[in-house]
């Protein structure tokens, strides 16, 4: 946690939050803040800027914040994402919104398992919660969007050609393609399939759509790999 | 599991290999091989190709392999990074072997925490093993080298400068640095810290051994997340 992250129903005045629970153990057990000093904090969606501990009753603590300055550019990227295996997707979430996504689809492939839709750990509460992890470690502030799309036909020929309008489509596939391109700061929508990959219909289906078939070396990646490996191939970072 | 790798242990003739327990497992549980069928394969350290199964009786599998095409080029980074703790150092070695790196140290930093040096995981028989599960994902054969470095200071005057000669040498630290390189093929040298980083004495002594400071980007990435990212980012991957 490199950063407190102050929501809405923590306010209680302009310049006075109360934080309790996990962030406030967080600082007491890992920082051993004591009032007086300082933690980086950003209101959600908000602000950067310094957070001073007033008093901490040993249950909830109260800080003095005010935001002074904007947090990270948020990265110009689009990840449409084979759902992934529900151990794999929390890393994954905490990761893509650590780099700076601020868009993430899960979608259905072929080779996605059935169960994995129905898996508890799908629970938006849940998923949301990694989210604030990434942002927590990254000094992050803007809550990435995330949209889950258990149909991949509909999903791919109804929003997809709007969602990744203006942006580059690129789609990442092992095999003989061309090199991905690398160090964009322009807008792109990446496409990362399934362990196994996606279909050939389903790359053909994203092809009908803009995608342009490109591979990162000839080794196969863990997706949880790939995530970061190719975000950080493709975007010059903020 | 991308490729079966064969060990030397495993050969009965030039052509004849034998395998049981976890590999054997996967084939038959996972990709339901039946005799006459053929499975990507490669000798550790050598050439890659088909492996045509022969026979099961359900405890070992024999199968004809001959080696035809070379292993994906090592990517020419070596790795140096600050020892992560235990349960990541698990990932960070499959991932690192994934992308192709052959040289991997694992230093000891201020900010490494001591207990990390005493784990069990530490052990060589179950690190060696993590890497061969990066090998088998990415479909190579050629083991990475692994050197635990528990003294920060005589590895950085004594051995490092000689393991780093003709290498480009980059230190990843979060600050107003000039961006990462980008795209190279040609051989790189790359220190990672801890979580929290390297302290200012560390950065100055790899300074002095020739590493130069570099961000990427402003957010602050986990290790694990960094590993894949900076790799991608700083080279061409084979």
């Known amino acids: 946690m490199n950063l407190l992250l102050l929501h809405p129903e923590d306010r209680l005045d302009d310049t006075r939050w109360q934080i309790s629970g996990r962030r406030a153990e967080h600082l007491r057990r890992v920082r051993a803040l004591l009032p007086g000093e300082q933690v980086p904090a950003g209101e959600c969606g908000g602000l950067l800027g310094p957070a001073t501990l007033l008093e901490d009753d040993g249950d909830s603590m109260q800080f003095d914040f005010r935001g002074t300055h904007p947090a990270p550019a948020p990265l110009p990227l689009t990840l449409v994402l084979a759902l992934p295996r529900p151990k794999m997707l929390k890393r994954i979430l905490i990761d893509a919104t650590s780099l700076g996504i601020k868009r993430i689809v ?12 129905k898996t508890p750990e799908l629970k938006q509460s849940l998923l949301h919660e990694k989210m604030l992890l990434g942002l927590e470690q990254a000094g992050d502030t803007l809550m990435p969007e ?3 799309r258990q149909r991949f036909r509909p999903f791919v020929e109804d929003e997809l050609p709007a969602l990744s309008e ?73």
Not at 106 to 117: A, Q, R
Request: charged share 10%; glycine share 10%; with cysteine.
């Open 106 to 117: 899960l979608l259905n492939s072929h080779k996605v398992e059935k169960s994995f839709w």
């Open 146 to 148: 995330l949209l889950l």
């Open 166 to 238: 203006q942006t580059q489509r690129l789609l990442a596939h092992p095999g003989d393609y061309s090199p991905l391109p690398s160090g964009l700061s322009t807008p792109v929508t990446l496409a990362v399939g399934p362990e196994g990959g996606w279909t050939g219909y389903e790359v053909a289906m994203l092809q009908q759509c803009g995608f342009t078939c490109h591979s990162l070396g000839q080794r196969i990646l863990r997706v949880e790999t790939a995530v970061p490996a190719l975000t950080a191939h493709i975007m010059q970072l903020p």
